[in-house]
């Protein structure tokens, strides 16, 4: 068989159907399709057998529990043991183009690629929502690759919408998915395959529909997230590192990309419910030294670049998705501080964490009235649970404040 096909299902009743049977219609494709079956509640195990039945390419899997990780490692490893020699990765409630193999495939073929791009089309419930796709047919050579990591970075995040060629997936020992991270995961196995191809190939044609849900982990505030955040955003640098391609525009641009992953785990955190659990999440990234670093690298190059003054970082659309995720965050851990009747107030410490995390929020928005507000509270709070050093620390820093400054210290 030529093309080892992949799609772990968890409740994916719905969709289903359409996704397996735009695998098993591809044109001229000799294939596989491993259908693995998370222990799904609904009727997905059903549709598997079902589909296994009537047609002898399907090879089920069942598995009494929804692990993501090792479901995917357990379809990798009998595709690396099937004798195919490509493999492609479909989400449950994706699907892609009938002519999906025979393009990606004869692309391979003809170039010697270990790894071919295609373009995907997002769809959400309304419609479609977007393109992500090549502007024009790519072939590189891995000495080409670190040039290319701005722009190829973004197809690599994710396990579908490429086709690999096994023998480089499996060498120089079968590469598996990362079980100690969860968020992130597909992303760093598809780096990590990245670093072992010798050529890259693109087809600017979109071949995968992406369905977006807000079932998917990408949408959902998972407790983990942040430090999944960090250990990617380190993982990633490393990789380059390793292959020579961490240059200085690379490194600028991995920071540009951990921004952006900040803003989206600051947003999503703000639909945790539970004002103690949201207080830790804000802070643990408001707070942190990798979001300052990044933060701080970025406005570097603006200045460099000659971009500076208030408007800098409104204009830089990385630096304005943090500045919009902090406003976010500083309303909604300022709300619960205010005094209502009939509210029950948080404790005092939980109040001065909050308090704490908005004061790291009013740096980013550069806004000297919600510093001057954060430490307020901060002084309040800080008496109030019995930590003098911290009050007096608020009071000196509302103090020496000139009017018109805002928080551009050494620390957040």
């Avoid at 772990?8 to 009743?13: F, G, K, L, Q, S």
């Avoid at 630096?319 to 107030?345: K, M, T």
Wanted: net charge neutral; with cysteine.
């Amino acid at each position: 068989m030529s093309i080892a096909f992949l799609t772990r299902a968890y409740n994916a009743e719905p969709f289903l159907e359409q996704c397996v049977q735009s695998v098993l219609g591809q044109w001229n494709a000799e294939l596989l399709y491993f259908l693995c079956d998370n222990g799904s509640t609904d009727g997905t195990a059903a549709l598997i057998r079902s589909f296994a039945a009537r047609d002898g390419r399907v090879r089920p899997l069942f598995l009494p529990e929804n692990e993501p990780i090792a479901s995917m490692n357990r379809l990798l490893s009998l595709a690396y043991a099937s004798g195919c020699r490509y493999l492609a990765v479909v989400d449950a409630d994706d699907w892609i183009e009938p002519d999906f193999a025979q393009k990606t495939e004869t692309l391979l073929e003809r170039t010697g690629g270990d790894l071919c791009l295609c373009g995907t089309s997002f769809f959400g419930p309304r419609g479609e929502l977007g393109l992500r796709a090549l502007s024009a047919p790519i072939d590189l050579e891995r000495g080409r690759f670190g040039a290319w990591i701005p722009q190829l970075h973004v197809f690599l995040r994710t396990y579908w919408g490429k086709l690999w060629r096994i023998s480089a997936l499996a060498r120089p020992s079968p590469l598996l998915v990362d079980a100690s991270l969860f968020y992130g995961s597909d992303t760093i196995f598809a780096l990590e395959g990245f670093c072992r191809c010798r050529r890259v190939v693109g087809e600017p044609g979109v071949l995968y529909h992406y369905r977006m849900h807000g079932a998917s982990d990408s949408h959902r505030p998972l407790p983990d997230r942040f430090s999944d955040d960090l250990r990617q955003h380190s993982r990633t640098a490393a990789l380059l590192a390793e292959n020579g391609w961490l240059t200085p525009e690379n490194r600028l641009f991995l920071e540009r990309v951990f921004l952006n992953a900040c803003a989206d785990t600051l947003l999503l955190a703000l639909h945790v419910s539970d004002f103690s659990a949201l207080v830790t999440r804000l802070h643990e990234v408001l707070a942190s030294r990798e979001l300052l670093r990044a933060w701080r690298a970025v406005c570097a190059a603006n200045r460099a670049a000659g971009r500076t003054g208030p408007s800098a970082a409104g204009q830089d659309p990385d630096l304005a998705r943090v500045r919009q995720a902090a406003a976010c965050a500083y309303l909604a851990l300022r709300a619960p501080l205010v005094p209502q009747e009939a509210a029950r107030a948080p404790t005092d410490a939980l109040c001065l964490q909050a308090a704490r995390a908005m004061r790291c929020a009013a740096f980013y928005l550069g806004d000297r009235l919600r510093r001057a507000e954060s430490l307020m509270l901060t002084l309040v709070y800080a008496r109030r649970a019995d930590r003098e050093e911290e009050a007096r620390s608020a009071a000196a820093a509302l103090a020496h404040a000139a009017p018109g400054e805002t928080d551009k210290g050494g620390t957040v």
